[in-house]
């Protein structure tokens, strides 16, 4: 168990570059989107036919079909929260993207009989406290707070689906045909959402490029591939709630790259999700893996 704590902290530190690669793109947030997602694909597709291409041509149909609605689902998760942003302050947000654990707590619970432990629940209770106490912190005014919050909530419900599929899935099938595939029909939909929304995916700087390459190796090749591992070996749930110290981590990396001092609220609301946290690992010993 101590090797997969070890990679799934490895994945959770490397979606956190995601945040600093992105305020270091100029670039509208769905080319960023497409551009990662594109990148990453085409980065896994000379591995994946080689070493998994076997391992391709045998897999089910039902399962080609799971996995390309994974690709979907994170496809959804991408454009509708980062276009949520427009619509809505980063906090209202923030708070309805972290409740992604519950509605894969709950959902993993009544699928595949997960149980949750009274530390579980009180973990993810406390995390989430934290985490809205870091968007109150950092309230603004949108253009359209219901619109804003509906893509929101939307986005996070699609992250679950992402990774409740990924929990199925990656039983039987392994990493690189699952990443292959399913980052490539998300970087399918990206880009015919990006080419239809109007946006040229051309004429950025070699900065921004650099990160549009940044951004599929480490937190969408090294970060999510390494939660995709970690789905086989552990529960949905206790996955989504390691995701939530990616704020920390960002906050971190902001302050180290950006030279974007945390606030006060963003401390305290850091300290309430890690010791959230470790309450819910510390009850996943209790419960079924």
């Not at 390691?242 to 974007?260: D, K, M, R």
């Not at 890690?274 to 209790?286: D, E, H, Q, T």
């Amino acid at each position: 168990m101590k090797r997969q704590y070890s990679v799934l902290a490895f994945g959770v530190i490397s979606v956190s570059f995601a945040a600093v690669f992105i305020r270091l793109a100029d670039a509208p947030s769905l080319v960023i989107a497409a551009w990662r997602m594109c990148l990453a694909a085409l980065i896994l597709a000379p591995f994946a036919v080689k070493l998994a291409g076997k391992e391709l041509r045998q897999i089910s149909g039902r399962d080609l079909a799971m996995m390309l609605l994974a690709g979907g689902f994170l496809a959804l998760h991408f454009g509708l929260w980062i276009t949520s942003l427009s619509y809505t302050s980063v906090a209202t947000s923030v708070v309805l993207v972290t409740a992604t654990p519950i509605f894969v707590a709950v959902t993993s619970y009544l699928l595949f009989k997960e149980k949750l432990t009274i530390k579980i629940v009180l973990g993810i209770i406390i995390s989430i406290g934290g985490s809205i106490l870091i968007g109150y912190g950092n309230w603004s005014i949108g253009t359209n707070q219901l619109l804003g919050a509906g893509l929101a909530l939307a986005g996070a419900l699609a992250v679950a689906g992402y990774l409740l599929i990924g929990r199925r899935i990656r039983r039987t099938i392994g990493l690189l045909s699952y990443a292959f595939i399913t980052y490539s029909s998300a970087a399918v939909l990206l880009l015919i959402t990006t080419m239809a929304s109007g946006y040229s995916l051309s004429g950025y700087s070699g900065n921004t490029y650099l990160m549009f390459v940044l951004l599929a190796l480490i937190p969408q090749i090294l970060g999510h591939s390494s939660l995709n591992w970690s789905l086989k070996f552990m529960p949905a749930t206790m996955v989504t709630i390691a995701v939530l110290g990616e704020p920390i981590i960002a906050t971190i990396l902001a302050f180290l790259i950006l030279n974007e001092a945390p606030t006060l609220t963003e401390i305290i609301g850091g300290i309430l999700i890690l010791g959230g946290i470790f309450i819910a690992f510390r009850g996943n010993k209790m419960a079924t893996i």
